[in-house]
């Protein structure tokens, strides 16, 4: 079960789109809809922003959203602001009851 | 509303087992809509699931650890533990409990604050 495979950063000025992505096996990410993405801010907590692959909690912005294309999932968000500055993580079902965590992305407003 | 909050002691040395502690408060433990899991981070790393148990006390376990792992559940106390054994350096880490909806969904959707567990002699 290794971890999947997310860029280390990417980056973006203020109003812009960027995209993360998110990319496993056919054992995890291409074999389930149940992909979700965390932000974390320094020093805090992981919070849920997208679940099962492009579903958002109540209170998470529209700005968010996620897909899936075979084993790689994405999450895009758009109209970057400051307040999105943050590392992002995706976790996938992997079979038999286990999960398995990203690598994690830190995004920069430039 | 459902609060989530980690305890225990924030040194351990070589070899020892590590307890923690998550205490939930404002709602029960015994729902049947959750699991309860713990999830780890090193210090500048990535987050690693270590395990999920339900009240019911079915628990899963990441492979990779699955060997040195417990995790119990008090429904009296609305508490869930972690131990893990035998800990050297690299379990170094900010331990986090979190709420887990499954049921087909499978994601945390509460975490606590986390708390640093240090291994070191």
């Known amino acids: 079960q290794s971890a999947l495979t997310q860029p280390a950063s990417v980056s973006g000025s203020p109003g812009q789109s960027i995209t993360i992505s998110c990319t496993g096996t056919?054992?995890?990410?291409?074999?389930?809809?149940?992909v979700s993405w965390y932000q974390q801010h320094p020093g805090k907590a992981p919070k849920l922003m997208i679940y099962?692959?492009?579903k958002r909690p109540s209170g998470v912005s529209n700005r968010f959203s996620g897909s899936k294309s075979g084993n790689t999932a994405s999450l895009t968000i758009s109209g970057l602001q400051a307040e999105d500055e943050a590392d992002y993580y995706c976790?996938?079902?992997?079979?038999?009851?286990?999960?398995?965590f990203g690598t994690g992305t830190k995004v920069t407003v430039l | 509303q459902l609060q989530l909050q980690e305890s225990g002691p924030g040194l351990v040395k070589p070899s020892e087992t590590l307890s923690l502690t998550c205490t939930v408060s404002?709602?029960?433990?015994?729902?049947?809509?959750?699991?309860w899991g713990w999830i780890r981070q090193p210090p500048g790393k990535g987050l690693e699931w270590i395990g999920s148990?339900?009240?019911?006390?079915?628990?899963y376990y990441n492979p990779s650890l699955k060997s040195r792992v417990t995790i119990s559940v008090d429904t009296s106390k609305n508490q869930f533990s972690l131990k893990l054994s035998s800990v050297t350096a690299a379990d170094t880490a900010v331990y986090y409990c979190?709420?887990?909806?499954?049921?087909?969904?499978?994601?945390?959707?509460?975490w606590g604050r986390g708390t640093l567990v240090t291994v070191s002699s």
């Open positions: 979190a709420r887990q909806l499954w049921r087909g969904n499978w994601y945390f959707d509460l």
């Open positions: 404002g709602g029960s433990i015994s729902s049947s809509s959750y699991y």
């Open positions: 148990i339900y009240y019911s006390g079915s628990t």
């Open positions: 056919s054992s995890d990410v291409g074999s389930y809809n149940l």
């Open positions: 099962e692959g492009s």
């Open positions: 976790c996938s079902y992997a079979g038999s009851s286990t999960f398995v």
